[in-house]
Every structure is written in structure tokens, then in C-alpha cells.
């Protein structure tokens, strides 16, 4: 049964990250290197897997944080465009928790402008601005919100902050997708309006370096929360891998643990969550065999990184499959998203993870098949076997009732995802070979036939 004391450990661990996480955004926390300096006066310098590969971000994404104070009765726009890439949205944060979102195809373009996050729109339109009020007020209900506003919950003078996601950003653009980034511009009090460098002198903008923050455990605290679960040297994994949502950071650390968790944990997908996206986790390990497949059913998604002329739909906005180490040091090991796998007949998807000396021979796109190499490190903690698996879901159509946002209880997972829970099948490579090769797929990515070598640009 958990206890009082387990329950305390476990939230004071997820207050310890939350406050490392935010020591390590704040200005000067650390060292970083002259490229990665603060970009202009109001955004910090990017964050993804290559410049700081904590906290488990997926490969495809970039994120870009502001902090600012405005001056009381001043009124704080952001100008921008939108970027060539799949996705993007700006969030509001107080104390690390998510204030208020804007996604995309939520705001509103300028007159004369597209927004080419719309379903039937012009992904290559020219005019392609936004402006969105950053507004000093709690979020209020739907009816009462002005259009491309984004709420902070945060009173003057107190400090406010806002990311700038941007996820698979088009062919041949860089991580801002091919634009710049949003520029201040402010209005105070008597009328006079500030742009650029006088903008962010009036907000007192402070550009977080985006140092790395420390991990949620040492190693050796990872082991020992393992061991306290008794049950066995390959745990957390199990011989059939068992998806989890994740919650929150107590509930996973109590799973862990191998305690009785809570029925009805609080989603918060952690520090500076996505709210467009939700996740279902797997543990996962080599001593159950060397080959691992994960088939599902194939959410439908636009089709972008080729710079499509027009903007798909689909029953989610995005998705991935991302391997990665374990909490002593959350860090992301490679992704699979959903361009990257072919379209078989059976409208199924299959990943295949292995150590490269155990790639079936028919582990390839020409069989139907992904191949991603196994954690090398494992969990990153000393065991070389095991590792972790995350599907990332983003942005469900309405209408759709199988994502990982649909998931309100532990257990309730298989149900709700219903034909789109993945089935993990651990295998000898004598048994994947034997299998044959699938030939001929409906539609191979157009991508090169090795698309876990693409980075982000």
C-alpha cells in the first residue's frame, strides 16, 4: 500500500526537478558554448537532442524560451510568421506549469496573410504573419478569450514566460522552420510604441541559457528505486511490455517503485509540457530477447517534410516513436515519426529495435519494416539491456478517441487505444528472419532508406 512517506518522497523529487529545470533556464545558469548564445534580446538559444539532450524531448522538435517583465499598463505583442514545418504553438508558463496555449491553426493571420497550419491552406504562401497579444491575466473561459491571445496568469511586474515549439521543420529549413523568430513590440502606458532592442529594454527581457539541468536521480538512486519494487533484475520491463501513460513525474517514479499508485493521478506531462501533446511509455529490455517489434495500427497524419503544396489532415497532427535512457539520465536516444514509416497494406507500422551486430537481415523499409539501433548505453545507468520506448501523440482530430490524451486512468490504456495500442513481441533474430520479407508496400518514404540517419537540420 502507499504510504504517507512514499507520497512525500515522490512529490519532493518532482519538486526537485521542477526547481533544477528551472534553475538551469535561468540567465547564466552554467556554461554553454559561444553557438549557443542567446538569440537576439528575447529569445534564448534553441533547445533540442543536440544542444541539450535532457528530459526527454523528441528528435524533431525545437524549443525557444522568453522570459520578460512588463511595465505596468503596457500592452506586449509578438509579431511573426509561420514557420515551413509540421507544427508550432506558443505556451505560457507559470511556474512551470502551462497558463495558456495557442497551436497553430488556432491563431488568427494578419490581413492579407495565410496561416498554412489549416486544413486546405497553402503551405507556401509568402504572406504568412501572425500577431499575438501576451496578455497579464488569468486564462478565462472559452467564450470570454480574445482571439490570439495568449494568458500568463502573471501580474505586472512579476516575470512571465513564453515557448516557441516548433516540430519537423520542412526540407532544406533550418530549426525555425525557414523564418524568424517573433519579435516584441510594446505599448506602454502613455501611448508610445517600442520595437527590437527597445522593446525587450522596456519588458526587461532576460533570455534564459538553456544549460543542461541536472538528471532526477544518480545512478545509484535509480538502481536502488528499482530494487525496492523486488521484482527481479529486468525490472521495470516485462517479458510482455506493458504502455503506460504518463501522468506525471510522482506517479511514474511510484510506478517505478513498484508500489500501489494512485487511481486517478493529475495529467501534467511534467516540466514546461506540450499541452497538445500526450504520451504512452514502455519499459523495455534485452534479456527477454534480442529483438524487439512494436506493430500498431497507423494514425493518418498530413504528409510535410517534403514542403507539400497544401496542408493535409489527419486523425492526429503528428506522431513518433523515440527510444530512450532511463530517469538517471532522461536523455532522448533516437525517433521514428510517422514519414518515416511505409504504408503497408495492412495498415499497420512496424519497429524493430536491436543492437546493430543483431539486425535481422529483414529488418528494412524494403520488408515493411523500421530499424532502430537498441539505447547503446541502455538505461544509462549500468544496464546495457534496457531502455525505455515513448509514442508521442499529438493534437488529435476531433472525433478521434483513440490517442494517449483520451487515457484518464492507469490500466485504461489498451481500451482506449484500442487497434493503435502497440503490440511489442520480443524475439530471437533466427525467429524475425524466419518471418520472410514482407515485399512491396503500398508506399515507401521518399526520405532515403535509411531515415533514423536524418537529424534535425
Known sequence: MRTRRSRVVTLAVSLAVSLAVSLALAAGAGEVAAQDAPRGCFWSQPWNVETNNVYYQDRFATYWLARFTPPAGARLVLRGEFPHARYMSLTAYKATQTASGLPDHAIEPDPGSVNPFRRGASRRARSRAYTVAVAPAALP???????????????????????????????????????????????????????????????????????????????????????QAGAGPLWPALSTPAWRTYFNFSHTVCVLRGLECDPNPPKNSGTYPNPDNDYVYASIHRGYGPVLEITA???????????????????LRYWSLCTMEGLATTKTVDCRFDEDFPSRPDGLVSLVLSRREDRPRNAHLRCGHVWMEWPPDGDGAGDADAGVVFLRHMLPAPGFAHAAHDVTRPGDERAVLGPYYPTATYRTVAEFEARGCRRSPARLPRLGAEPHRRTLP
Open 297 to 315: 495500427r497507423r494514425p493518418t497524419t498530413p504528409r510535410t517534410f517534403a514542403g507539400r503544396s497544401v496542408m493535409g489532415d489527419g486523425e
Open 141 to 227: 473561459p472559452p467564450a470570454e478569450r480574445e482571439p490570439n491571445a495568449l494568458y500568463t496568469d502573471a501580474p505586472p511586474g512579476v516575470a512571465q514566460e513564453v515557448m516557441l515549439r516548433v516540430y519537423v521543420p520542412d526540407r532544406g529549413h533550418g530549426w525555425e522552420g525557414g523564418v524568424a523568430l517573433p519579435e516584441p513590440e510594446i505599448t506602454l502606458a502613455d501611448g508610445t510604441t517600442l520595437a527590437g532592442a527597445a522593446a525587450c529594454a522596456a519588458v526587461a527581457s532576460n533570455p534564459p541559457i538553456v544549460a543542461s539541468p541536472p538528471p532526477p536521480f544518480t545512478a545509484e538512486q535509480y538502481n536502488a528505486l528499482k530494487a
